[in-house]
């Protein structure tokens, strides 16, 4: 069967090794390029242990292997923002799709763009035609006709599969949006600092950026992109929490019941927005949500409960792994709509430990 | 120097072990009576490791030790709401004070303590004059004066001393309460369940008791005690969720600001509030708030935050260990206030693990 | 292509979860019976996600899917030793063959076998047909041929891996053998006691059953099979240690050089008896093997080094999943010699995490 | 009470902060000077949140710290061996009495101690008077007359406590020793690399400096220095091993039987060795010892069993907190000594967390 040929840049980072990973093991796709600074030189088996036609390639360094990319069919950029924000052009022009996992092209306002991401975000902004945001449960029509698609943050993954629906089917108010989440430490990339090692993370949890994360107006943004404009804007609230776990995000959405709805309309809501959706589950009850059903795959577990009341809370609780559907597993879900092939080639595979 | 007798009920669950531990360092009390059924004719030593007089202490079975409790200054029950509302009277009757850990006294409506804790709780409140409800730093007056003391429960600990002061003082409102806090296992008491097992619970976390938990309403009366009834009632929404970890509570909570204030401001009201309460500390900002802080010591550490905009959200971040602050430490804090010595006795030489 | 019809017995345990998942994804044998009481009449895609075919097995009584695995090619038995004892031989005689999971059918000795699991199996092993021990490494040829495969124990398997060739090739000496190995929780398998409870877990390391671990004579039997005879007796002495992990084995083997030897020549004799191994992995030095470059493969990692002197020690560390290499995995690698298929046939897309 | 003044050089590190904590609950000894390079300015009460006159402190710079550091009746070294090495003379020749934590006095061969610890420890050995090794339970007299202990290392102290004492009666032979042992990642120090990240040492075991550590010679000649020199030298293999945890070793250690002995004789010749030591325990079994019942405090906890039949195998399991009976306690230990107090002042409350 033929295989299209891929270039990872950035193969050595968390994401990028998923993706080799993946592409490994993918139908349709063909690991061609990977760029790895500090293993340069080495085999993919090497490093990765993994066998076949991707173990042989080696890794390159960014600059030779930015510009063997170019003969790629579809470039995935598992690259710092600024890093993806300067190479992605040049990719583009040589007739490359690129997907990319940073933040660089995720926010259409190029403000906000800048105040979370820095100026060489913003600036690049301007030269690229910006394409689809990668969420295909959302946008997959987008994404299937773009040139350029940004893969989603790892929290705005999350939180927003679980609120888009209730507030599109107006179950729930925009206003008053809380999300509170837990992530594992990969969510933060390779650090060789002692904020991240061993002893420092082990047996401790704490929240940081608080109302300062660059997920904030991702999540909002998408939000407001599921809803009618006419009907205001979202008022949300996001609080990251760091836990002692290598993967995995659970995130924890509040917001005020928009009309009388009891858990089992919501449910249904939810039900029914993902009836055809391969990667996304919804539980039955938000007590039934939990990392270790989604660690080690592409899917989205969700599941909601209200108070029984006018305006009652409504609580949903989802889960993903943040570097699969949070990250490499969303971008191969991207690569195959940008192929043209089934959704879920070379991701079905994937499973969860039990233990 | 002079040490009262004291007796603790239920001296093998988790919160009844740290009371061992702590009566036997402690300057003004001395472990008379301990019991457990589990560990009957046991010593303190054999399966505590504990030197000195308390050490000595055989652990008698529940019945035996209850009758003898009668003969002791203090009694603190570390023992099920319903194995407590049982008990109390009697001794209440015999001239003891009594510390009950358990939900049993906690609740001030016989009719949500009845939903929560079932009916032989709140058919025990008539038999008792209730007491004071143990959160010092916010009523001690009435526990030096109290017969009997509801300790208070752990997320309710941590939540209440987070926004209590804020409400009090008129910076948040009162509605649009939300609590999303993650707990160490042993917040739920020992068990011997699949459920629990290491496997079930290594590498996972999720939500419980979404919508329902005891500590809900709990938490609620305690912010309601300390607002004018005239500015109606609170609202609060709390989900407690499970971390892979033995002890500590980090919980986050979210609100409105009630009139135009910076987060210096919230961090000035904080301080202002526990600035002679020697287990709380207030911390820069939410994001310097960690588990580490606090697990092993009875303190309470809080930050928090605003966005600086008329009704903008407010989020602060709390933390306390749960057999602590949270439970035994919490309770040697009451007993001090009923012996009439210094509030910390016994509590100075607690440390948080660096590592 | 055609593919074989294959029962699990035992299909809720750890390994019997993994077996499902193996069989799920692979290419040659289909998952046509699964048992187990406590999920009876649920669907496998219910209880453990998976897509497909199998995912629509449904879980069957013990007995009921006993007597229907009558009509399956290969009967794996992930049961307790003696219930393989009892079910093994009219599964044989209704002409299917067994792989067997669990201690049953290890140990030739039957004195041996009746002292470390009771008089049930030993009585057992008279009645049926003794087949191959299998461990394909050394005893391919015999589990090709054979009716009954009795699959090694995780241990067995990382310690005989690591010094069978070692000895084989008379480099070390057959006394004087240490094996002090760690493991995960799962090895012990599912429990709902409080000794296994996350909290009696989480933080703790200990050895048990010193000096009386029923792997202990498997491991001698294996090595000794392996030698000539005449060269006197195995003496091993084998100590397992639990940590709080979930997955995984990493044994640290000692012996004496039997002949002058280097670091680099035990390497050597290492690299030439796996050179054609896909499972097994010869590291440059035993500091190079851990946990994580094995759990979730079915890979064993090996790394060896010696004092550089006249009967110095050798120190040998091995490493394979105890659920995979250790259990299931090495199942399917021997059910592949079974039906004839390629040895790594569903084996091929497991992969560790890196993170 | 008369207090010695103390100093601790080196007091951000692991050990300097368990240190610090000690020393401020100490009856005898109060600290007077501390040095940290990063902390310096801060006092030690917003550092440790350790209140009373020890929180007053303030970090000073090492080179200041160290002038001061003269002026005091005991110096605790807490810093790397070359820093010890180099400091140590100037202090003893100051007058005062120094406790160095590092190894850079615990070799009695230079060419042994320079070949693992390098010239620059090695060619200080001749410049200061070699003192006492700090393990008291075998050497007490000689630290009470030292001026200059070196505090022994954690796998040091965890293995000589459990093979010393059946060395010393004949029990076990003195070749064909193994000591195989896990620990916590806190025994390699404060570490910013990738490599000691949580995500690296998160669910991995692995097996380091195999047959090259610095604590094999100093097992190997304190066991020397408990046996006649008339019975041949000590034959010693050491393995240690990194697991995911942030303190504690365990070690588990092999030896032949010299004579013949059950497992109630050794256990009984453990027994009596350290019948009036504070703070070593002997378990009934080596089943019976694990991390949790030492972590914490300053305790050792030892276990043996051997194989019932001539030259069978013994197995020692002992445990302890490497950072406490392993590094700071046992300094505090030995500074009693020097200061003439009471053995286990400012070690008695000190506890182990049971959950």
């Not at 773009?146 to 599109?168: D, I, M, Q």
């Not at 925009?174 to 509170?180: A, E, F, I, M, Q």
């Not at 709805?261 to 009836?275: E, H, N, Q, V």
């Not at 589950?281 to 599941?303: E, F």
Request: glycine share 8%; with cysteine; aromatic share 6%.
């Amino acid at each position: 069967m033929h295989t299209a040929p891929i270039a990872v840049l950035g193969g050595s980072g968390y994401a990028g090794i998923e993706l080799t990973y993946l592409l490994a093991h993918h139908p349709r796709a063909r690991l061609e390029v990977v760029s790895s600074d500090r293993w340069v030189g080495d085999s993919v088996a090497k490093q990765l242990a993994i066998s076949g036609k991707a173990g042989e390639r080696v890794y390159a360094s960014f600059d030779e292997a930015a510009e063997r990319a170019k003969e790629c069919a579809v470039v995935l950029l598992a690259t710092p923002a600024e890093v993806s924000a300067k190479v992605a052009p040049g990719l583009l022009a040589a007739g490359c799709k690129v997907i990319d996992l940073s933040g660089a092209f995720r926010l259409t306002d190029a403000g906000v763009a800048r105040a979370y991401y820095g100026k060489d975000v913003e600036s690049s902004k301007s030269d690229v035609a910006v394409g689809a945001y990668g969420l295909p449960e959302f946008f997959r029509d987008e994404v299937v006709d773009a040139k350029l698609v940004a893969n989603p943050g790892c929290y705005a993954t999350c939180a927003a599969l679980a609120l888009a629906p209730l507030l599109e089917q107006g179950l729930i108010a925009r206003t008053d949006l809380v999300v509170s989440a837990v992530s594992g430490v990969t969510g933060a990339g390779r650090k060789a600092t002692e904020e991240y090692g061993f002893v420092a993370i082990d047996q401790d949890v704490r929240a940081y950026r608080v109302l300062a994360h660059q997920h904030t107006p991702e999540i909002a943004q998408t939000l407001q992109r599921r809803v009618e404009s006419s009907g205001g804007p979202i008022d949300l609230t996001f609080t990251p929490h760091l836990v002692p776990l290598a993967r995995g995000i659970l995130s924890t959405a509040y917001a005020r019941l928009a009309v009388q709805a009891s858990s089992a309309d919501l449910t249904a809501a939810l039900s029914k927005a993902y009836a055809n959706e391969p990667f996304v589950t919804v539980a039955r009850s938000p007590n039934d949500v939990s990392l270790k059903q989604v660690v080690g795959t592409n899917r989205c577990v969700i599941g909601v409960a209200c108070e029984a009341k006018s305006m009652g809370r409504v609580v949903v609780v989802s889960a993903i792994d943040n570097l699969l559907k949070g990250a490499a597993g969303q971008a191969v879900q991207n690569l195959n709509l940008v192929l043209g092939c089934d959704e879920d080639a070379g991701l079905t595979q994937l499973r969860r430990f039990h233990t």
